[in-house]
């Protein structure tokens, strides 16, 4: 008796502690997350320019893109610049990007028979309160497999810069022996106290098509994919005081085996699993135990000999590193 009083006083105390930090954790998130007051927080809105932006550059490096697409977001995106124009404090470079960004969208559009006349316009109205320079390092790049390969095999920063995200890929199979080197290679990535919590699934086929019908996030390319790699994290590894921290091993982990595949020769472009707790747990029906976690999913294929990437341009890191002395 006095051993199991003795149990559930523990379990009760271990609940007490979870909830706690999921309280502050809520408090935190309700505060500070960018769907709520996005239109008066300059973070935030920075931030949402930044995808949004990004969605159209996505657009853009579609293998086969059909015109006209996206004419609702880059509205939208035009009406978020305005808007963040008015707060004091706001960051004239993203703004400028943005607009850049626009000019090549509509430029696409032009040279394949399309006008947009009214994004045009608005853009125009945008690009003379910010200065947009033309800045040709935005929209997409067209790149050349053999020279992301040499690039790759340099040194590390070479191998940061020349990895892209890719939307086409050839007709090829990965192999699967580069798979399990990459996943080699990768196993040498740090954790919490060695605990190597991160697991990844691979799958081909069939498997690999549901999975990215349920992720909806690569529709127009999907069929380009050849594998996927779902990362996860196993919860049982962390106590209740680090909750999050699967998530960081396993973004780190993560990492490391894109840019192991990379390194490697294969293309990938990383797919988010941010979505609703209701609906990961629908990759419990793929085989995924409740206990994972799911950090991202990797879609991989061989780079075709030449295709167009996402520009994807870096803020500098000066703008996001604080100096503390």
Not at 79 to 85: D, Q, T
Not at 258 to 271: D, K, M, Q, W, Y
Request: charged share 25%; hydrophobic share 40%.
């Amino acid at each position: 008796m006095g051993k199991t009083l003795k149990n559930i006083r523990a379990k009760l105390k271990l609940d007490m502690a979870l909830v706690k930090e999921l309280y502050k954790y809520f408090r935190i998130i309700r505060r500070h997350n960018g769907s709520g007051d996005t239109m008066s927080s300059p973070g935030k809105l920075k931030a949402l320019i930044m995808r949004e932006s990004h969605v159209l550059e996505k657009g853009m490096s579609m293998p086969n893109p059909h015109f006209p697409f996206g004419k609702d977001r880059a509205m939208g995106l035009i009406a978020i610049i305005k808007a963040y124009l008015e707060i004091p404090g706001h960051d004239t470079d993203i703004a400028s990007h943005a607009v850049d960004i626009l000019f090549k969208y509509i430029s696409l559009h032009s040279s394949n028979g399309v006008a947009l006349d009214e994004i045009g316009r608005q853009a125009s109205m945008l690009a003379n309160k910010v200065s947009a320079t033309g800045d040709d390092a935005c929209g997409t790049i067209d790149v050349n497999r053999n020279t992301i390969r040499e690039e790759a095999k340099k040194d590390f920063e070479h191998l940061m810069k020349s990895r892209h995200s890719y939307r086409s890929f050839s007709d090829e199979e990965v192999p699967y022996s580069i798979v399990e080197e990459a996943l080699r290679i990768s196993s040498m990535t740090p954790s919490a106290c060695n605990r190597q919590a991160w697991r990844t699934h691979v799958y081909q086929g069939a498997e690999a098509s549901d999975i990215l019908t349920w992720q909806e996030g690569c529709r127009g390319f999907a069929d380009k994919i050849k594998n996927i790699i779902v990362v996860t994290a196993d919860l049982n590894a962390f106590f209740a005081h680090e909750i999050f921290q699967a998530y960081v091993d396993g973004g780190l982990y993560a990492m490391n085996l894109i840019n192991s595949l990379h390194f490697l020769g294969v293309g990938t472009i990383p797919l988010s699993c941010g979505f609703s707790q209701d609906k990961l747990e629908q990759l419990h029906k793929f085989g995924i135990p409740d206990n994972e976690v799911p950090i991202v999913i990797i879609g991989l294929g061989i780079i075709p000999e030449r295709t167009s990437v996402a520009a994807s341009q870096r803020i500098p890191f000066t703008k996001t590193n604080t100096l503390h002395e």
